[in-house]
C-alpha cells in the first residue's frame, strides 16, 4: 500500500560550519568552503578548495547555480568542459541524467492538473502502441502513474546504460519490448504494484508513452510546452547539443567518453540536456508550487504531492527528506560521464543545481554542498559525522583485504581492499581508476573522501566472508561476497 512517509537523518557527534547567510554585498566564497563527509576525531573543522578536489577526485568541469529567497544569486562554472579546453561556463550544457525523471514528472503532474491524466487510473486502459505485460502480480494492482512516479509500480528495469555514439540507437517501443538494438532489459513486472519502491527507468518510459499518446504530442514538443518554455528552460532539451557549447562525458581515471558521451533515447528517464542555470530555473518554479505561491504552474493539491513522500523518500518525481525548515526535496543522475544533482529547501526557497562532467564526481558533489550550506545557511546543515580512529592491526587485515562482489546490485564490477600506503591503513579500490584510503574506526572501515563505511557481517577470527557497503546519509546498505582475488597479500 502506498504510505506517506518523513523521514530525517539524526546524526551525534558533528560538524558544521554554522555559517549565516552571507550579506547581500558580499561575494559568497563557497568554492574555498568545501567539507568531507567524515572527519575523525581531533581533526579541525578544515575547508578544501573545489579546485584542489577537483583534482583529487579527476573531475574536470563543474557547473553551479545556486538559488537565495526563490531567485537564481550566482551561476558560476569551474574546470573544463572537455578536450576542446573550453572553459565551463553557465551556459555550458552537460548530460542532466537522472535529473531528468523529476522535471518529466513535472509535466506529468501538469497533464494530472488539466484533466489529461490520472494518477490512479490502470495506465494499460490508456496505452495504445504499447501494453504493460500481464502478470499474476497484477491482480487488483494495476500499474498506476501515481506509482510509476513514485518508483513503487512493480516495475524494471532500474537503469539504463546509454548507447556509444555511432551505434544503433533503439525506438521506444524496441526499449520497452526490450528487442534489438535495444539491450534485453523489457520493462515488465518484477513485484506486486504499490508494496515497495525500486528505482526503475523504465517506469518512466511508461510514463512517457503515455504522455505522448495522451496528448499527440513528441516528448520533446510536449516538455517544451509543459515545462521548458513556462519555466524560461532556453538551453534544455533532448537532442544532442553542439559540440563546442557541451561538456564531455568523463570516465573515473579522468578519459574523456569516447565520442564525447553516450546517447540515451530513454528522455523521460535520463535524456536531458541542460545547464545549472536551467535546472535551477525549474527548482525554483518546482518550489514556488510546493510554497503555493500565485501564478506557480501546478495547483496546490499536485504540488503537495509533488513533495509529500508517498512509499519510502519517494514522492511524485523526487526524493524528500528533512524536517520543518529543513524539509527538501530534489533527485541526484548519474549517466556515462556524468554527475548531477538538484536540491530544494521550499521553506526558505534556496537551493542549489550542479552539472559535472565526470562519473567520479559523486562525492565532490556533496562536499560542494556542503560548503554551499554553510556559505548561504540552509536550513540543513549537512552535518559532517566525527569517528574515532582505531589502530590497524594484522587480523584487521587479514578481515578485510581480499575482492569483493555486490550479491544485489547488477551490473558493477568487484571492488578490492588492498593494504594502504604511507598514512593510510586500507584503499578502495574500485577497478576503474577510483582509489580511496580507508581508516579503522569503531564504527567500521570509513572512507573520509566519500564517506563510505564497510563493516563485516560475520562475527569471529579470519577473512569476512560478507561485508555491507553503504555511505553516510545513504539508506541501508549492499552486500557483497568475497570472491577469489589477484595477489592480495596481507601485511
Known sequence: MIRKHAFCFVVASVLSGGASAPAPSIRPHYDIALRKAVAFEGEANAKMSLSDRMARWKVPGVSVAIIDDCRIVETRGFGIAGSNGQAVRAQTVFQAASVTKPVAAFAALRLVDKGVLSLDDDVNRRLRAWQIPNSPLLAGHPVTLRGILSHSAGLIPGGYGGYQQGAPIPTLLQTLNGVEPARPKPVEVAYVPGTEWRYAGGGYLVAQLLMTEQTHKSFDMLMRDEVFAPIGMKQSGFEAPDRWNAASGHVANG???PGGWHVYPELAAASLWSTAPDLARFGVAAMKAARHESGALLSPAIADLMTTAQIGPRSLGFVVGGEGQGRRFGHDGTNEGYNSSLILYPATCQGAAILTNSDNAKPL????????????????????PVFARVGLTSALSERFLGTYAFTDISGVNPFRIIPGEAGEDLIFDRGDGHREPLYV????????????????VSTGKGPASTIIYARIGGNGGAKA?????????VP
Do not use: F, N
Open 255 to 257: 578519459s574523456e567518453v
Open 365 to 384: 558533489i556533496a562536499e560542494l554542498l556542503r560548503g554551499i550550506a554553510d556559505v548561504y545557511g540552509w536550513p540543513d546543515s549537512m552535518a559532517t
Open 441 to 456: 574506526t569503531t564504527d567500521g572501515l570509513v572512507g573520509p573522501d566519500s564517506g563510505i563505511i564497510i563493516k563485516a
Open 481 to 489: 561476497d568475497r570472491v577469489p582475488d589477484a595477489g592480495i597479500t
